[in-house]
């Protein structure tokens, strides 16, 4: 068994050896495209029975379709309560709003997506949750937040108002625009 070991490590190592790449061609500015994007770090908390809370940290992206209106992923996992297992993801829409007071960058988002785990009262986990969040520019690439939302689980017993903070990092996504 070890000789066929060897044998494919040794075949596989001299294939690479042998490889050919293209050469790589200059791309043109024009040809490059430059879209923002935003990667999200946050918790959040909300009641998920009378007597009890979870906590949530996960991550949200960001894709932006216009200036202000963008789509995305998020993920939370449990963090503190007794449902350890309990996860939610699913897609995302918002959009941000003019600034106020000069600093204030507020924005209104919907999730739409999967929730449960850890025996949780979730029904079939199909949940929807409207959020209003407000961030504040640290520099050019940093932001801190806070939000307040609603969450409902469409046939679960989860109903509740969700609060979280936040941490974002603005960048820009790179692609090549084919020319053909």
């Known amino acids: 068994m070890t000789w066929l070991l060897a044998v494919t490590i040794g075949f ?24 923002p994007s935003e990667i999200l770090i946050g ?13 949530l940290y996960g991550a949200r992206h960001k894709n932006f379709l216009t200036e ?31 600034v106020f007071f ?14 449960g785990g850890g025996s949780a009262p979730q029904g079939g986990g199909l949940l929807v ?12 690439r940093f932001e801190i937040g806070a939000e307040v939302g609603y969450i409902h689980f469409i046939n679960g017993d989860i109903s509740s108002i ?4 936040s941490g974002t990092l603005n960048f820009l996504e790179l692609g090549v625009r084919h020319e053909n």
Not at 15 to 35: G, H, N
Not at 43 to 55: A, F, L, N, P, S
Not at 129 to 140: K, R
Request: with cysteine; aromatic share 16%.
């Open 12 to 35: 596989f190592s001299l294939s690479a050896l042998s490889w050919e790449t293209p050469a790589a061609r200059p791309i043109a500015e024009s040809q490059i495209i430059k879209t």
């Open 162 to 165: 969700t609060f979280g903070v």
């Open 129 to 140: 949750n409207p959020v209003f969040a407000v961030s504040m520019p640290i520099n050019e």
């Open 102 to 115: 000069g600093y204030f960058e507020p924005e209104c988002l919907i999730f739409f997506g999967a929730g």
């Open 68 to 98: 202000n209106l963008y789509w995305g992923e998020f993920g939370y996992g449990a963090l503190s309560g007794k449902r350890s297992g309990y996860l939610e993801g699913g897609l995302m829409m918002g959009t941000h709003l003019p």
């Open 43 to 55: 918790v959040k908390q909300y009641k998920i029975m009378d007597t009890e809370y979870i906590g």
